[in-house]
């Protein structure tokens, strides 16, 4: 009997014997009668139908569920190539483990410098870092680091199981390579594509670095040195070399085991486990570490017991604060070099950060620098001489960034809130008391220190920059005044983002006014009040002048025009000049008015502001700044070429000329008077902020261009400041110019003259050139293609009054008394031009008034003739018709002397 009919069952679904199946089935068989067989035996032939059918669907349904299965397969395998295949690795081709100095060449190729490992505070060899640390962190974060090939089988299966026990993704089961290829190269999200490319790229920089460093057991110490460096331990603190500074006040290197311990225990969440900030819960993590440590015989219980009876909180120093009594390793080029090498690095060559500085210090490195020694020594010399600078205050200036996070607020985008907090005091006692104060106003349990930074200044400081305009090269910087205090310092010439004064005023105004065609050097704008919302700006002096050239803008400084200038033009047209002249710190509020007399929302650097100038030195066209030409490797192939650097045309040749020629003024005439050179044509423009807070100048010869800046950290009054930045300026560039020939700045083709009415500003007619005040016409410098003004000057008029009262003439006036004049009037009927002092030989003329004086002659006086002084011509003392040079409006222009600087009332009010 087949199997099939072993299992079958009655219809009734009864089990049912053998025997007695067959006690049935012989009963049937003698029982019914011959014609119900063919019936059973076609209901037999469906059911076997039936199966074959049920089975051909199985089999289908089975066939669709593994197409099905290989699909999913198939397209989760493509998910994961697609996701590696755009996936970068870390940098390892120029690993170097070993350490070698690197020098530093000038322009001319003099080696002037040197770089050491042991000075580089950003990173720390492996052999200088204690082996109790390195335990330290394997124990607690990575127990089997020297085992797996870059990710741990047995942790993954871990971690899987809670994952699905808790239905998250809270256990990672991240090995240390993990951790370094997350930190420097992914994000921390917690995703599955995320966490693909990390095991991916884990094992293939472990495998990578076991090929190029010889052995397995090499590639792990330089992932762990790697780590070391970069990990994050709270206050914005990377690497254990930052963190033993901070914390212990001492090098890694000199770590006790407790103290290890304490920094491996921050890993977790630096935020919850700082041993300043949080001491308990640093004091748990680190017994934690220790258990660890002894669990796996990293330890011996002798030393276990000791580490954990000492107090390392007691001895905390928690800061990183300047000390100005040290002594810098480097000048503040170098330094200001080194940073950008770093980020090109970063940039062109895909390292992290922490193996960029490796590198820079310990590769070996050539790098040929743009720096010139005369001018940088002769830049510092200066810096470091007080009698060039006012005398100071006597109060200390204190600077306090915090960074606090929220614990509340589980997003690490939105939780944390950063301040400068900064004050005037007089004393380091003072200067702690205001730093606890921002701590108590701002920390609380759930707000914690994140980060922090004190930088006390006890002088007036400065900084200058100077580049060659040709080719964006930096000539020599300073950072501060004084002895540079230590190595990483702040560096005020690029670092620190001040307002600009009227510095701004031909990057924001008249470099785009002229340049989109609506202004030229000879163009008129009227200096008067005016209004814009609740703003009422002024110029420096209070007065308003009247009809002023654009020039005589330029060289005055003048506000009103200024402001105008820039309305003309518009906001997002300044805003994108200001942008391509390279100005980076530029926000949207920046789209104002005020922008055009300096008024930034953040300010910019002194580098910015020089490579700004530069490009009107350098015919219109912007150099990016550079600190080096080329870089070479350990080698001697070539790590970085900096020959070909970035460079745009901002302003037509044309404008930059006329630029250049306007500025010329400020130097010989103008408010930039004290940086005039000896034997060097110099352009440039001065730039002041309200209560004197910030003192600018960026000028240029055809050689080089240079930029200062003058003011204290936090910003204040400077006292009797006497242009003592243009001195400086003055001093540094005539050593920097010794020995060049003076020469023109090449004039371009495409400029033309162009003669307008100068109280109008239109096209002149005949009796322009006799306006009794002198407004007649003028010439200056356009552009070929500047159309110049479109309307006839309707401004200039003929008026008779009476020499006796300077009024329009009546009937009682005799002939003798009357005098024609030739005035400029607007449309409302008010004079234009009139100066507000009468020059000598020349009448207070009122033309609304007509005269009321009584002619009659007196019998004791003889009657007057024809002859009386009445001016008009050349032999009364008048201007006379014809055409005055280029800014010269025919009366006293007004310039400002040394002492006005210190009225307190320039800039913007």
Request: aromatic content about 8%; overall charge negative; proline content about 4%.
């Amino acid at each position: 009997m087949s199997d099939t009919h072993q299992r079958r069952r009655p219809p009734d679904g009864s089990q049912r014997s053998s025997s007695s199946s067959r006690s049935s089935r012989t009963s049937s068989s003698s029982n019914s009668s011959n014609s119900s067989r063919p019936q059973r035996s076609s209901q037999n032939k469906k059911k076997r139908k039936k199966r074959k059918g049920s089975s051909k669907v199985w089999k289908v349904l089975m066939a669709i569920v593994i197409i099905i299965g290989f699909a999913v397969v198939g397209a989760g395998l493509g998910t994961v190539f697609g996701i590696l295949k755009g996936t970068d690795i870390l940098n390892t081709a120029d690993v170097t483990p070993e350490s070698y100095t690197s020098l530093i060449f000038d322009a001319k190729g003099e080696e002037f410098d040197k770089l050491h490992g042991d000075e580089n505070r950003e990173y720390v060899k492996l052999s200088q870092i204690p082996e109790y640390l390195q335990k330290a962190v394997i124990s607690i974060e990575d127990e089997r680091f020297y085992e797996h090939n870059g990710i741990d089988m047995r942790g993954i299966m871990r971690a899987m199981v809670e994952n699905i026990r808790t239905f998250s993704l809270s256990q990672g089961a991240s090995t240390l390579t993990q951790q370094l290829i997350k930190n420097e190269v992914l994000t921390n999200e917690k995703t599955f594509v995320r966490k693909i490319k990390e095991q991916y790229l884990a094992v293939s920089l472990e495998n990578s670095l076991e090929k190029q460093l010889g052995s397995k057991k090499a590639a792990k110490d330089y992932i762990l040195e790697l780590y070391l460096n970069t990990i994050g331990l709270s206050h914005g603190l990377n690497g254990v070399e930052a963190a033993a500074q901070y914390y212990f006040g001492k090098n890694a290197s000199e770590l006790t085991l407790a103290e290890s311990a304490s920094i491996a225990g921050i890993t977790k969440n630096p935020s919850q486990y700082a041993p300043d900030t949080k001491p308990e819960k640093n004091k748990e993590r680190q017994m934690t570490v220790l258990k660890k440590m002894l669990e796996l015989n990293y330890i011996t219980q002798s030393e276990y017991d000791q580490a954990a009876a000492e107090d390392i909180y007691a001895n905390l120093v928690c800061s990183d604060a300047e000390d100005e009594t040290a002594t810098a390793n480097h000048n503040y080029f170098v330094e200001a070099m080194i940073d950008q090498i770093a980020k090109d690095l970063v940039a062109k060559k895909n390292y992290n950060k922490a193996q960029a500085y490796d590198l820079i210090y310990s590769g070996g490195l050539q790098i040929h620098s743009t720096m010139d020694t005369t001018m940088q020594s002769a830049l510092e010399s200066a810096f470091m001489n007080d009698s060039l600078f006012p005398a100071s205050d006597g109060t200390l200036d204190v600077t306090y960034l915090i960074s606090v996070m929220d614990t509340t607020n589980p997003d690490k985008k939105s939780n944390q809130s950063h301040y400068e907090k900064k004050s005037s005091v007089t004393s380091q006692e003072e200067v702690d008391a205001f730093v606890a104060s921002v701590k108590e106003e701002l920390l609380d349990e759930t707000h914690v220190l994140v980060l922090d930074k004190v930088t006390v200044s006890k002088s007036l400081q400065a900084a200058m920059v100077i580049m060659d305009q040709h080719n964006g090269q930096i000539k020599a910087l300073v950072g501060g005044r004084g002895q540079k205090p230590g190595d990483s310092v702040f560096n005020r010439a690029t670092q620190a983002l001040r307002q600009q004064g009227s510095a701004m005023k031909p990057l924001a105004s008249y470099a785009p006014a002229i340049d989109m065609g609506l202004l030229m050097p000879g163009s008129v704008i009227i200096d008067e009040p005016v209004t814009y919302g609740s703003w009422s700006p002024k110029n420096w002096n209070g007065k308003f002048l009247g009809p002023r050239t654009v020039r005589q803008g330029i060289r005055d400084s003048m506000n009103i025009l200024a402001i105008k200038t820039f309305m003309m033009v518009g906001a997002d047209a300044s805003f994108k000049y200001m942008q391509d002249f390279g100005l980076s710190t530029l926000v949207e509020e920046d789209k104002a008015a005020t922008t055009a007399l300096g008024g930034l929302t953040k300010g910019i650097s002194v580098l910015e502001g020089t490579a700004a100038y530069a490009t009107i030195a350098n015919g219109g066209v912007y150099n990016e700044p550079q600190y080096y030409t080329v870089v070479y490797d350990h080698d001697g192939n070539v790590l970085l070429d900096n020959s070909n650097a970035k460079t745009h045309r901002v302003i037509k040749e044309t404008t930059a000329y006329m630029l250049t020629d306007m500025m010329q003024d400020v130097i010989t005439g103008g408010t930039g008077g004290q940086a005039a050179l000896s034997g060097m044509i110099v352009a440039g423009k001065t730039g002041t902020t309200n209560d004197t807070k910030d003192l600018t100048f960026y000028g240029y010869s055809p050689y080089y261009t240079a930029g200062i800046w003058m003011g204290y950290d936090t910003a204040k009054v400077i006292s009797n400041p006497g242009n003592a930045h243009l001195k400086i300026w003055r001093t540094v560039m005539n050593q920097v110019h010794q020995g060049l020939s003076n020469k023109a700045f090449e004039k371009p083709s495409g400029l033309v003259t162009q003669t307008y009415c100068a109280a109008s500003g239109g096209i002149p007619t005949e009796l322009c050139g006799q306006d009794y005040y002198g407004y007649t016409t003028h010439s200056d410098l356009a552009a070929s293609d500047f159309k110049g003004p479109t309307e006839v000057c309707k401004m200039h008029k003929v008026f008779t009054v009476c020499t006796e009262s300077g009024k329009l003439v009546s009937d009682k006036c005799p002939s003798s008394c009357h005098l024609d004049v030739v005035l400029a009037v607007d449309e409302d009927g008010n004079m234009v031009g009139k100066p507000s002092s009468i020059p000598e030989g020349r009448m207070d003329i009122n033309i609304r008034e007509t005269c009321t004086m009584d002619h009659t002659p007196s019998s004791i006086f003889p009657p007057i003739d024809g002859n009386f002084p009445s001016g008009g011509d050349d032999s009364t003392g008048g201007n006379g018709s014809g055409t005055n040079p280029p800014g010269d409006g025919g009366i006293d222009d007004l310039i400002p002397d040394d002492e006005i600087w210190d009225d307190g009332n320039f800039g913007i009010n």
